[in-house]
């Protein structure tokens, strides 16, 4: 059962926002980065091949890649970051994020990469992080409108995430089809010289 977490009337509907019981690991997503994470106890980020941290950044000697380290807090349950957090007990660095300049020119049709096109790739590397944090947290929501639509897999924040706009949206859409619908109705019934108090029993062929 959807653990529904808001209710939020507009315009006469009600916006139900709840929890996604089974979301979707975004590491499966066709992302920009590759996630190398070392962990005994939890399978985290990307599949590699890597025995230990020392041989994956060995590997990476050879290669031009843009890389960033991933931290790792544990402590009813799990969250992850780019940054490290303040715990020394309970956190520490669990991986990196990279990606080579190859894929970069590939993605984006770099012919360079310069210090500002770093920075950008660096911010695509946190959003991927902050996006598989919300998964490892649960902080993953759909929508639901009774008879009218129902949508799931929004990660972080309702708000932010544009779940409650595409929500109203939606509501917007069905009101105005509903009047559209309606205003040709009465067309018909003014037409037919239909009575107002049969309008509503009326059936058009």
Same mark, same amino acid.
């Given at each position: ?9 507009? *315009?006469?509907? @009600?916006?139900?926002?709840?929890? $996604?019981?089974?979301? @979707? ?17 939890? +399978?985290?980020?990307? /599949? ?5 941290? =020392? ?8 290669? &031009? ?15 992850? $970051? ?7 007990? +309970? ?13 970069? &020119? *590939? ?25 598989? =944090? ?11 409108? @009774?008879?009218? +639509? $129902? ?17 109203? =949206?939606?509501? =917007? ?6 009047? *559209? ?10 037409? &037919? $010289?239909?009575?107002?108090? /049969?309008?509503? &029993?009326?059936?058009?062929?």
């Amino acid at each position: 059962m959807e653990n529904i977490i808001e209710k939020i009337e507009y *315009k006469g509907y @009600e916006i139900e926002i709840f929890q $996604s019981d089974y979301p @979707e690991d975004p590491r499966g997503w066709d992302n920009l980065g590759t996630m190398i994470c070392f962990h005994n106890r939890y +399978d985290l980020g990307d /599949k590699h091949n890597y025995y230990d941290p =020392d041989e994956f950044i060995e590997d990476m000697k050879n290669e &031009k890649v843009i890389i960033l380290p991933l931290y790792l807090y544990d402590h009813s349950g799990i969250t992850i $970051s780019t940054g490290p957090f303040g715990c020394p007990w +309970d956190s520490g660095q669990v991986g990196y994020i990279y990606v080579t300049y190859e894929d970069i &020119k *590939k993605e984006f049709s770099y012919k360079n990469i310069t210090t500002k096109r770093i920075e950008k790739i660096k911010d695509y590397l946190r959003g991927e992080v902050e996006t598989y =944090d919300n998964y490892l947290t649960g902080n993953i929501y759909g929508y639901n409108i @009774e008879d009218v +639509d $129902s949508c799931s897999g929004y990660f972080g924040d309702p708000e932010k995430s544009g779940l409650l706009d595409e929500a109203k =949206d939606i509501i =917007d859409y069905e009101i105005e089809h509903n009047l *559209k619908n309606h205003l040709s109705l009465l067309k018909q019934w003014i037409k &037919k $010289s239909v009575p107002l108090d /049969k309008r509503y &029993k009326f059936q058009t062929a």
